[in-house]
C-alpha cells in the first residue's frame, strides 16, 4: 500500500512539472517576437531615427498606411526645419540650343493637391504654377524659389507650414513634359511607439501577479520630417530621393 501511495506521488509530481515547465516554456524571456507572430512588416534603417522612404515609381511611402486611423488624431502644425531639401544640377542642364541654363524650381506647400495636379497636367499649366503667385495656386500654404545653375548644387532648410501636407517641386525647363518637370510628394504620419518596460526576474517568475499596474504611455504622433535629394538633367529631374524621420 505504502509503495503504492509513493508512486502516485511520483506520477503527480512528474505531472505538476511537466505542466510547469510548458507554461515556462511559453514566457518570452528573450522577447522572440517571432515566435510571439509580431515579425514587423516594416523596413528597418541604418539610421535609427529615420522611418520611411519613398517609392519613386510607385509614388508612395514604403512604410506608412494611409489608411491607419492615427492619420486622423496627428495635428498638422508649424515646425521649423521640418524640410531639407537638396537640389543638384547635371552639366546639361535646362539645355537648348545646345547650351545649358540656368532653371528656376517653385518648393510649393499645400494642404491639398487636387487643384494642383489638374493644373500641372499640361506644359501651360506647368508655367501658370510657375509665375502665378500664391494666392493663385489651389491650396497652395507656401512657396519658396530656388534658381539653380548647372553643375550647382543647393540645399535648402524650410519649416513646414501649418496644415502643409504635400510638397510640390515645379522645375522650369524650356523644353520638357509635365510630367518630367514636376513631383509631388505626401508627408506621412510617423507613430512612434513608447519603448517597452523591461520586466523584472521577479515580475517574470510570478507573471506579474505582485507588479504595480500603471498608465501605458500613449503613442506619438506627428508628421514626419522629410529629407529630399533631387537630381535636374537636360529636360528632367533624373533623381528623386525622400527619407522621412
Not at 47 to 57: R, S
Request: some cysteine; hydrophobic content about 45%; charged content about 20%.
Amino acid at each position: 500500500m505504502i509503495i503504492k501511495l509513493l508512486s502516485l506521488q511520483r506520477l503527480i509530481l512528474l505531472l505538476l512539472m511537466i505542466v510547469s515547465l510548458t507554461g515556462c516554456s511559453s514566457i518570452p524571456f528573450f522577447g522572440d517576437d517571432a515566435a510571439a507572430g509580431n515579425v514587423s512588416q516594416t523596413v528597418a534603417y541604418a539610421d535609427p531615427t529615420q522611418k520611411d522612404h519613398w517609392l519613386e515609381n510607385a509614388k508612395a511611402w514604403r512604410n506608412w498606411d494611409i489608411n491607419h486611423p492615427n492619420n486622423q488624431l496627428v495635428e498638422w502644425v508649424y515646425n521649423e526645419a521640418a524640410l531639407i531639401i537638396t537640389l543638384s544640377a547635371s552639366s546639361e542642364l535646362n539645355s537648348f540650343n545646345d547650351l545649358a541654363h540656368m532653371t528656376q524650381i517653385r518648393v510649393i506647400q499645400l494642404s491639398d493637391i487636387t487643384g494642383l495636379t489638374t493644373l500641372l497636367k499640361t506644359q501651360d499649366g506647368v508655367r501658370t504654377a510657375m509665375v502665378e503667385p500664391l494666392e493663385m495656386l489651389p491650396n497652395a500654404i507656401s512657396i519658396d524659389t530656388v534658381n539653380l545653375a548647372p553643375n550647382q548644387t543647393y540645399t535648402i532648410e524650410l519649416a513646414r507650414q501649418q496644415d502643409a501636407k504635400f510638397i510640390a517641386l515645379v522645375a522650369g525647363f524650356a523644353q520638357s513634359q509635365p510630367q518630367q518637370s514636376v513631383r509631388i510628394i505626401t508627408i506621412p504620419v510617423i507613430t512612434i511607439s513608447p519603448p517597452e518596460v523591461e520586466k523584472s526576474w521577479f515580475d517574470t517568475l510570478t507573471f506579474g501577479l505582485f507588479s504595480e499596474d500603471s498608465e501605458p504611455e500613449p503613442d506619438i504622433i506627428r508628421p514626419a520630417k522629410l529629407k529630399i535629394d533631387s537630381k535636374l538633367g537636360e529636360n528632367e529631374f533624373e533623381k528623386f530621393v525622400a527619407k522621412a524621420f
